[in-house]
């Protein structure tokens, strides 16, 4: 069983641990802004794994322009301060680091924060290195265009070279600062050289993708495994984690180091999967047993195990009973850990995709652009076939999708509903033109940012092709069903759910 078709992640739990949970504290945040009297200010959290964002708090400024703000939380975190000029557009913004129990205050003059109180000197410095980076996000917009990622070894090097000359002046100030202890100034030295790592992790992505790429054309088949290295240091080698940007709460180089992970987590799964009837281990002590032999890995566990499962949850064949078994595992790895509200979370969502829980209604747009709904369809036994014209695998099923309608062209009772994820309207209605055996419902639904009703986010799609079945009472039967090739294979499995 291959399963490299999607990202492929798992979570990777270590020893086992007991631990005393802190309890929250509050931290006060006194923001001052003359030119605010009477708007909105609020302060945000965003999670290191899913990376959502929460508002934790919000105030109105006074007609002295002071506002208060208050953060509940038991460990260290980096927040998002933000002055709302109106719904879509922020006036101020800035994004401080707090501890547990710490009282801040922050002006905004000029657009630029000023911070006093607890963590002042450090939170100074970080709202010092915002410019640095935005010098630098420029810099590395100008050099994508010329694909720097595919670059020789020493072009690579002038271009990281570059980066760190717009911060080498700031590393220099923070050693020369008395009010501030060396792990203070580690994690300053980390931020400053976040834009870098992420980089360099960009780099190494494209170079294993490169290879595999290069494998499979060889071989025409998935980049084989060398399996008296599955177990071994080698395997994850070069992998590690920077334990100060986790703790400053990095998301885009968390985000990097997952795409990392991935590649180096694929060959490994497919292994175990391909030598399943050799193995008497789960896969999840299989990958367990591989990373307690990387030191690297070793000091970081909690955040690492935290983050795949975060990233195993993405996974076209996972569902709620695998992830609570995952889950379950880690709190007993970690209890009290830090990073367990965020997995509860993403397993309260999988609860909703069970077996018999109500399907998440969708709209969707036919061939004459009329809207038209899922729930309209309840009544019948619906298919469901999430799937685009520029997706291969995708159209390989048709044929037996084409095989499936005429099966069952026949039965009212069962409906097969095609799901088109195109954004371009014209080659979805050109490809349906040309497949006229492609019988049954039709719809389009493209991809729009922060559609709170898009399918893809309604039933966790990460990837396409993608089937669901719903049940004639409108209730989930499953969400990662079986492919139209395995349907036909098994052609009593549709004829015993329309039996019932």
């Known amino acids: 069983m291959k399963l490299a078709k999607y990202f492929l992640w798992f979570c990777l739990p270590v020893i086992f641990l007991s631990a005393c949970v802190p309890d929250k504290k509050t931290s006060g945040i006194e923001v001052t802004c003359q030119e605010c009297v009477g708007k909105e200010v609020s302060v945000y959290h965003r999670s290191l794994l899913n990376e959502k964002e929460k508002r934790l708090d919000s105030a109105m400024f006074d007609a002295s322009g002071i506002a208060t703000l208050h953060a509940d939380y038991r460990d260290t975190m980096r927040v998002s301060i933000r002055v709302n000029k109106n719904d879509s557009v922020n006036l101020f913004t800035t994004n401080p680091y707090l501890e547990p129990g710490s009282n801040i205050r922050i002006s905004f003059e000029h657009g630029k924060a000023k911070y006093e109180g607890d963590l002042d000197v450090f939170n100074n410095y970080l709202e010092d290195l915002r410019p640095i980076e935005i010098k630098r996000s ?63 992790l960009l780099f190494e992505l ?95 566990q909690e955040f690492f195990m935290a983050l795949c499962i975060t990233l195993n949850s993405l996974l076209d064949y996972i569902d709620y009973k695998d992830l609570l078994s995952i889950v379950n595992d880690y709190k007993k790895d970690y209890p009290g850990s830090k990073y367990q509200a965020d997995l509860d979370e993403i397993l309260a969502e999988f609860a909703q995709l069970k077996p018999g829980m109500p399907s998440k209604d969708f709209s969707l747009s036919d ?25 291969g695998p995708c159209i390989e099923q048709m044929q037996y999708s084409k095989k499936l309608a005429r099966k069952y062209a026949g039965n009212k009772n069962l409906t097969f509903l095609y799901v088109s994820v195109d954004s371009d309207i014209a ?19 493209p991809w729009i940012e922060n559609n709170p009703a898009d399918i893809r986010l309604l039933y966790k799609i990460n990837g396409v092709p993608a089937y669901l079945l719903i049940d004639r009472d409108g209730s989930i039967i499953d969400v990662n069903a079986l492919h139209p090739s395995q349907l036909m294979e098994n052609t009593s499995y549709l004829d015993s759910l329309l039996a019932r």
Not at 212 to 229: W, Y
Not at 369 to 384: C, M, P, W
Request: aromatic share 10%.
């Open 138 to 200: 420029l810099l590395r917009q100008k050099h994508y265009g010329t694909r720097v990622h595919k670059n020789s070894d020493e072009k690579k090097e002038d271009y990281l070279s570059m980066i760190r000359q717009y911060g080498s002046q700031f590393n220099e100030k923070v050693r020369a600062e008395q009010k501030l202890s060396n792990d203070y100034k580690e994690l300053l030295y980390s931020a400053n050289s976040s834009t870098e790592i992420q980089e360099r």
């Open 367 to 391: 061939v004459s652009g009329n809207k038209f709904n899922l729930s309209d369809l309840k009544g019948k036994l619906i298919y469901v076939d999430v799937w685009a014209t520029w997706c």
């Open 206 to 300: 494209n170079q294993i993708i490169t290879l595999n790429n290069a494998a499979m054309e060889r071989s025409d088949d998935e980049p084989a495994v060398d399996s008296s290295n599955i177990l071994s240091p080698k395997f994850f080698s070069g992998l590690s984690i920077n334990s100060n940007l986790v703790t400053l709460g990095a998301t885009l180089y968390t985000e990097c180091l997952s795409w990392v992970i991935n590649q180096k987590l694929m060959d490994l799964i497919n292994f175990h999967y391909d030598q399943m009837d050799n193995n008497q281990i789960s896969l999840y002590a299989y990958i367990k047993k591989a990373v307690m032999l990387n030191p690297e890995l070793n000091r970081n």
């Open 427 to 445: 080659a979805w209605k050109k490809f349906l033109k040309k497949n006229p055996t492609l019988k049954g419902v039709h719809g389009n639904q």
